[in-house]
């Protein structure tokens, strides 16, 4: 064996110099190892595999060099400074104004304002974002009694400006990690340059940085994760010194931030994911490296990529149960366990009753997270949906029309003493404690569910018919077990019909308050959705024990938030008279968000990226797809490019390829997302998208000498970065008042000041 | 088998004997006892409807597929005039039973000996091959699924022969034959795709593959040596590659992609030809596609004039089918003064949307400029851009909208029809005609093919349909409201004209019996077969059904593990009953085999990368060209129904099941010939046969067995297996 890898390793290295001297003479020899005519896979590796190596190791003496000479070249510091110079400036510029809640501002300063306050409250996004949000206010001097209530509510006297200053500051980081980061891959100052410009004069860019949302916070995260991998891919040549693990922890840590502000982050979790094991087979295939360090390599990125980013997105969650203890406005989204470690909830250090008994007053909460309590009113079916009777719905919020009696059933009341307790298998009534209604159950079919029954509440003072019994069945459990308060799972089971009670999760229309359905399932199946707890317990008669036990794991609390998030997520389905934007609608720019102000008098502003930005990156999308279609059949098959050529191709298509990933991975997902969608949610893809088009237009223009001789193609070349340049400024100076406020009359008006730039009817300014 | 023929006349047939006999115990499983049982057999109950109308030559849609698959279906033939509503109501004798399940249960028989070719394609032995032809053949969810006039057994078939064709043309050194072999893949990809939509997935594996090929082909560079003193030659021998390349590149595109493009649509062009009636599911047609069927809405509106000019009286529709199709309408009450919740109306007459055909769907287009209701002659059209006023016929009310909210949806304009109360409330009744498909810019506004938006001139608010119904005071017609711009989905903007007439009477009461008279007809109006087919397809991939919950519905991950299974059929009487459930002892070898494969490349995979080269090239490349075939094809028809929110059954498995049966015998040879010298064939094989004899009844039916027996075949807990109460 050992003998074995010994001449492969001396194939290779014969292989590596050959292909080296032979791409300058005659590039299409590298195939000359294997035989011509197999076209199996096999020889397509080899094939590759010498290639790469050959090619990685050239490009790094060529980068190294020029890379030396950068750093010092005072054309890159002046640029950079220029760069941080200009885009702080367009993201600070206006900061304060104006002066009122803007859009989701009243979302997050809200839940900035919780963190101050520790109030509980519940929400889509994991908490990093709000933190920081939080903290940043609180640094700054605002002290949290801001009510945030809708937008256009004007801040007074509170210290707003913190909180976004602090986003603005995360936001203008943007461009500056773009322009590394494509300086970087493509070692072009001319592609840097083109990227940075793009983004600093986006209109959409600075928007959307400058007031209090996650947006700009998890671009913070998105854009250093991605500038840390790329130094870190840059270090390959020295593992394990010092900067390469300082690269690598920092991708860690920026992973653990983009995911802990909004799940968003999964994809660029993803595009690092797939660049790393990219990045490991590569380690493999140096048959130079003993197996030892490539455990070593293996072991360093589990522990940097993926233990680090773990426990510090732990970390946040804990910190975040930790700060927020006190009952607020998002208890009723979470299990009666949860809801017992909130100070001034009343079930937190509650004790009540241990085992359900008859007589009992009860709340039923549906074991579908976000369930609700089962619910009934003083109102009745409409016409048309089943029976008129009395609804029965599931409810998230406490109330006392939750409340339910216990009663056996047949004979009304049992002798005094000791209540006896229920049982699995026993038969029991359910009364609602305010309407004296039973809960019922009868062969029509329910009103959204139209397969399963409809439930009501029936009867008067407890006097029903036979369609008011219900079994209880304690999940799991035998005859005779007794159910337990929080912790059983029941399912109550319709004695006439067989059916179980169910909450389907619908949302009932106007008539039924927009409560959620419930009804019974003719299906049997055990699923949350037909399991009930009782959280409430009211019998004065039984002694009352301590309920401390419940209190979960913190294990526990975390994966309940997790499914809470989805599940809210998921759930946030386009409402009738909202417009709901479509992702194809974004690459076009084809309608921004009203961010404030809608008639002439206002102050408005419209989240719309700078058009010509946006088309410019659309127009290049499609170039770049060209353009490496035709570099990679040319490579195949193998005619004659000039050495730079080659290089180019390779830039375009390995650095240009990761950009690529880049934006698929933080767009197209959208395409399979049932929820509802923003225009503000392309915006990490537009980063992607505008970091590609540097690559992509500077590749272009270095290949100008394809059409001209060589002095003209060198003015082309200027003269072709300059209009680019130019014509991002100039829009730039047209649209600017998108962002920094409009006011007066509306760009359909005359007189207006955006008259004659409502380029699309879509646009709303 | 093989023929060939030679001088002086002597015939050789060279007859696969293992291959022939397969193939004859495939058509024995599958034919055997066909019209039994003689009653609905599940999903027949849905399809059976589909034949029925093709009979009938009624147009229908079907949302879950392309129309091949019911076009084969209705080869089995019959009168048409069966009513399928039930699953298990026995069928009368002139539906012939056998010549309707027929096809399915050909194209399951079929699929063994492709099975057993494809393994031989993918240059496996005689002995794999025969191992994958028998899983497939002793599959006894398979068997149930061909039995009946179901279209699962029809996709693999096409599947499995795309891609047997396919490989063979991969296989077949250069011939102008092999190219027939790749117009046959492409066609039956074209088949497998037009009988379900699942078929796209293994088209797509199948391109994936192609392409792969077509690159290496793209690398290959032929000539490796050139001396300079050849270079003349040479050069033309590079010239002559690159062209044929490219020749053979062009080929490959033209049959695996311009082909099944042509032919799916031409399985809509004989869809749309055969069905020239019209029936249950016009409602969800636009009203210029409902007029080109026979019936319905063609007999009203034949001989329409067709451009509507001032004084026109119309029925505008909506062209919005969600909730459902509706027409403008208003009636002699008005807005409640105060809704429920306490906010005001304007107190005018209400307009709503209404889904029935009734005389108060009547206006006439109105000149802001005169007085008359009628047409001059000659008529002058509405044109583009035009402002109208729209006047209901029978209460004569200006169809009217202000900046009061509406009944439902508070953000939206009201729309009324206007009664002066006198309280300052004045008119603002013009309409600017908005015609959305025009193609010139003083287009005139046509019946039925114009698609009009209605804008309001006062507040350039849109007149629109919100899908709301409106509570009792509006008898629950569904509310209109002004709306402004790009706030909706663009199609309940649209309101095009169905009924039309020159208006002739000058006089209210003249006018409301003229409403009343039926219209007129004369000439019939053509679509074109492209607007048709881009209609029903996109009607076709954006209609939802409600999804609904099914007693015998399971996820993708109970598929693997076979945790459900369908109960088909249950005799009306006794205890025989037919249930899709697979062998157990072939799914299990089936997910093993899974395992092991991918276990396999992984550890080969890591070891080349390492240098040591375990397989010789070739076998190798079989390797992996297995691995892209059955695993692939077992991924791409197996993960996507976890992103689907469709209601699910265990038969969307079957397909990505048939390719792991595939892979099993292959990877077995693979492991005995280059890891393992010992064999346990003939004892699995033995196991398979046992438990398909054990499954037997309840695949095909019979025997009746007792409660006991089919207790005994419960094998797993959660199979719903039925006993009837005696």
């Known amino acids: 064996m050992a003998k074995e890898e010994c001449i492969s390793q001396r194939n290779k290295t014969a292989g590596d110099t050959s292909a080296l001297r032979n791409r300058k003479v005659f590039p299409s020899s590298e195939k000359t190892p294997s035989s011509p005519l197999s076209k199996g896979t096999h020889s397509q590796t080899a094939g590759h595999h010498s290639e790469d190596d050959a090619q990685s190791s050239n490009g790094t003496s060529a980068q190294c060099s020029t890379r030396g000479n950068n750093s010092e070249e005072p054309p890159s510091r002046v640029l950079l400074m220029l760069v941080v110079g200009l885009s702080f400036s367009t993201r600070l510029y206006k900061i ?19 963190y101050i306050n520790r109030t509980f409250f519940f929400d889509v996004h994991p908490p990093l974002g709000k933190m920081l949000i939080g903290l940043a206010g609180y640094m700054t001097g605002y002290d949290g009694t801001f009510p945030f209530v809708k937008p256009g509510d004007k801040y007074e006297h509170h210290n707003y400006w913190g909180m976004r200053g602090f986003c603005a500051v995360l936001g203008s980081c943007l461009p500056v990690f773009a322009y590394l980061i494509v ?24 928007t959307i940085s400058q007031y209090i949302l996650l947006d700009p916070i998890l671009m913070f995260f998105i854009m250093a994760a991605v500038l840390s991998m790329v130094k870190f891919n840059q270090q390959r040549y020295r593992p394990f010194s010092a900067t390469w693990w300082l690269w690598l922890v920092l991708t860690g840590v920026s992973l653990a931030g983009a995911l802990g502000v909004k799940f968003v982050g999964l994809f660029v979790i993803l595009l690092v994911g797939l660049n790393t094991v990219w990045d490991l087979w590569r380690l493999l295939g140096d048959l130079s490296l003993s197996l030892v360090d490539i455990t070593k390599h293996l072991l360093a990125r589990v522990v940097g990529l993926i233990l680090l980013p773990l426990l510090l997105y732990i970390t946040i969650f804990a910190i975040h149960f930790v700060v927020l203890n006190k009952s607020g406005p998002g208890d009723g989204f979470f299990s009666s366990a949860f809801q017992s470690r909130l100070i001034g909830n009343n079930l937190h250090n509650a004790s009540m009753p241990e085992y359900l008994a008859y007589g009992s007053t009860i709340t039923v909460k549906n074991l579908r997270i976000a369930g609700g309590y089962l619910h009934s009113h003083w109102h009745l079916y409409p016409e048309g949906v089943g029976a008129k009777q009395q609804q029965v719905t599931a409810y998230l919020h406490k109330d006392y029309n939750n409340l339910w009696l216990v009663q056996r059933h047949g004979e009304n009341e049992s002798q005094s003493g000791t209540p006896d307790l229920v049982r699995h298998g026993d038969i029991i009534r359910l009364e609602h404690k305010e309407t004296t209604r039973n809960l019922h159950t009868h062969l029509h079919e329910a009103p959204l ?21 219900w079994q209880v069945e304690v999940c ?3 005859k005779g077990d007794l ?5 059983s799972k029941v399912r109550f089971l319709h004695r006439a019909t067989g059916c179980v009670l169910y909450s389907s999760g619908k949302t009932l229309p106007k008539w039924g308050w927009e409560q959620v359905e419930v009804t019974c399932s003719p299906y049997l199946k055990e699923t949350p959705s037909s399991q009930w707890n009782i959280e409430d317990h009211i019998n004065p008669k039984l002694p009352n024990i301590s309920l401390s036990v419940l209190k979960p794991h913190f294990l526990e609390i975390l994966l309940e938030s997790h499914i809470v998030m989805i599940r809210g997520n998921s759930g946030l389905k386009p409402k009738d008279n909202e417009m709901n934007s479509k992702p194809w609608h974004w690459p076009i720019n084809y309608q921004g968000l009203r961010f404030s102000g809608v008639n002439d008098t206002d102050y408005r502003v419209y989240l719309l990226g700078n058009p010509v930005v946006w088309w410019i990156n659309l127009a290049s999308l499609g170039l770049y797809v060209i353009m490496v279609a035709v570099a990679s059949v040319a490579l195949q098959r193998g005619f004659s490019l000039g050495q730079k050529r080659i290089e180019d191709s390779h830039v375009l298509m390995r650095e240009g390829g990761q950009l690529f990933l880049g934006w698929l991975l933080h767009y197209a997902p959208f395409y399979t997302m049932g929820r509802v969608l923003y225009y503000h949610h392309y915006f990490p893809a537009m980063l992607f998208n505008s970091m590609l088009t540097g690559i992509t237009l500077d590749v272009l223009l270095k290949s100008a000498d394809l059409l001209l001789r060589r002095p003209y193609s060198d003015w082309l070349q200027r003269v072709g970065l300059m209009v680019l340049l130019f014509s991002v400024l100039y829009s730039f100076y047209l649209f600017h008042p998108l962002s920094y406020g409009m006011t007066g009359p509306l760009a359909h008006e005359a007189g207006s000041a955006m008259a004659g730039l409502k380029w699309m009817d879509s646009w709303e300014f | 088998g093989v023929m060939m023929l030679q001088l002086p006349l002597v015939v050789t047939a060279q007859v696969d004997l293992v291959l022939l006999l397969v193939s004859l115990l495939a058509l024995w499983t599958r034919l055997s006892r066909l019209s039994y049982p003689n009653a609905v057999v599940f999903d027949e ?6 034949v029925s109308l093709y009979m009938k030559r009624v147009f229908f849609i079907d949302d879950s597929g392309p129309p091949l698959g019911h076009l084969i279906l209705a080869f089995g033939g019959f009168d048409g005039n069966f009513v399928w509503n039930r699953i298990g109501a026995e069928y009368p004798s002139s539906v012939s039973v056998w010549s309707l399940r027929l096809l399915p249960a050909l194209c399951g028989a079929l699929c063994v000996p492709l099975v057993y070719l494809l393994t031989l394609e993918l240059r496996f032995s005689h002995l794999s091959a025969l191992g994958a032809a028998l899983l497939l053949l002793l599959e006894n969810s398979l068997i149930v699924q061909s039995r009946f006039m179901l279209l699962e057994s029809v996709l693999i078939f096409f599947v499995l022969l795309a891609f047997f064709s396919y490989l063979r043309f991969h296989n077949t050194p250069s011939s102008c034959f092999r190219y027939g072999w790749l117009i046959l893949s492409g066609a039956s990809c074209a088949a497998a795709v037009g009988v379900k939509y699942m078929g796209v997935f293994s088209y797509l594996l199948l391109l994936g593959v192609a392409s792969l090929h077509t690159w290496n082909l793209i690398g290959d560079r032929g000539v490796s040596h050139v001396s300079p003193a050849e270079l003349c030659v040479c050069v033309c021998v590079c010239v002559c590659l690159q062209l044929s390349v490219c020749v053979q590149c062009v080929c490959r595109v033209v049959c695996l992609l311009v082909v099944p493009v042509l032919l799916y649509v031409f399985w809509f062009y004989v869809h749309l030809s055969l069905l020239h009636r019209s029936g249950p599911h016009d409602q969800l047609m636009s009203s210029a596609f409902q007029a080109s069927l026979e019936g319905g809405l063609s007999r009203i509106t034949q001989g329409q004039p067709l451009e509507v000019a001032y004084g026109s009286q119309v029925t505008l529709r909506s062209s919005a089918s969600q909730p459902v199709p509706c027409w403008l309408h208003s009636h002699k009450a008005n807005y409640p003064i105060r809704y429920e919740n306490g906010r005001g109306s304007s107190h005018q007459q209400q307009v709503t949307c209404y889904p029935f055909k009734d005389v108060n769907n009547w206006w006439i287009i109105k000149d802001p400029g005169r007085q008359e209701l009628v047409v001059s002659s000659p008529p002058r059209p509405v044109r583009h851009g035009d402002v109208i006023q729209l006047v209901h016929g029978m209460t004569s009310r200006f169809l009217n909208s202000h900046d009061v909210a509406a009944p439902m949806s508070p953000h939206a304009q009201e729309v009324s029809g206007y009664i002066d109360f006198n309280v300052s409330m004045p008119t603002q009744n013009l309409w600017r005609v908005d015609i959305s498909n025009r193609e010139a810019e003083s287009e005139s506004w046509k019946t039925i093919l114009s698609d009009v938006r209605l804008v309001h001139v006062n507040t350039s608010a849109v007149l629109r349909m919100t899908g709301v119904s409106l509570p009792d005071w509006g008898f629950r017609q569904l509310e209109v409201v002004a709306d402004k711009l790009f706030k909706a989905q663009s199609s309940s903007l649209d309101w095009t004209v169905e009924e039309h007439r020159y208006g002739t009477s000058q006089e209210q009461k003249e006018r409301e019996a003229e409403l009343h008279s039926p219209t007129h007809i004369d000439v019939n109006r053509k679509i074109s077969f492209w607007a048709k087919f881009l209609e029903v397809q996109w009607k076709m991939l954006t209609v939802k059904q409600e999804d609904s919950e099914h007693k015998y519905s399971s996820s993708p991950l109970e598929w693997i593990t076979m945790e459900t299974n369908i109960a088909y059929w249950l005799h009306s009487s006794t205890n025989a009953q037919i249930h899709l459930i697979g062998n157990p002892v072939s799914w299990g070898v089936a997910n093993l085999s899974l395992l092991a494969y991918q276990l396999l490349a992984a550890v080969y995979l890591l070891r080349r990368r390492r240098g040591f080269k375990d397989l010789p090239d070739g076998v190798w490349s079989q390797f992996v060209c297995l691995g892209c075939v059955c695993v692939g094809g077992w991924v791409v028809n197996f993960v996507p129904f976890f992103l689907m929110e469709k209601t699910l059954f265990l038969y969307h498995y079957l397909p990505a099941l048939c390719y792991l049966h595939l892979l099993s015998p292959a990877l077995l040879e693979h492991t005995h010939t280059h890891l393992l010298r010992y064999f346990h064939f003939n004892s699995r094989m033995l196991l398979v046969v046992l438990s398909y004899r054990t499954f037997c009844p309840l695949t095909y039916g019979s025997p009746e067995l007792s409660a006991n027996q089919l207790q005994g075949l419960k094998w797993r807990g959660s199979w719903d297996i039925l006993y009837r109460r005696r």
């Not at chain 1, 009122?100 to 919780?114: A, I, L, P, Q």
């Not at chain 1, 840097?192 to 004069?201: E, G, H, Q, R, S």
């Not at chain 2, 109950?45 to 589909?50: D, K, T």
């Open chain 1, 96 to 114: 304060a104004d104006p002066p009122h809640v803007c859009w989701d501002e009243t979302h997050f300063g809200k839940m900035g304002s919780y």
């Open chain 1, 183 to 206: 300086l970087e891959l493509s070692q072009s100052h001319t592609a840097a340059l083109i990227t940075a410009t793009l983004l600093i004069f986006d209109t959409g860019s600075i």
């Open chain 1, 449 to 469: 569910t139209k397969k399963h029954f409809q439930v009501t509440g029936y009867g008067i003072n407890g006097t029903g018919d036979i369609n008011d019994l």
């Open chain 1, 476 to 478: 799991g459990g035998q």
């Open chain 1, 483 to 487: 159910v337990k308060v929080l912790r």
């Open chain 2, 45 to 50: 109950v849905y399809y059976g409807q589909f």
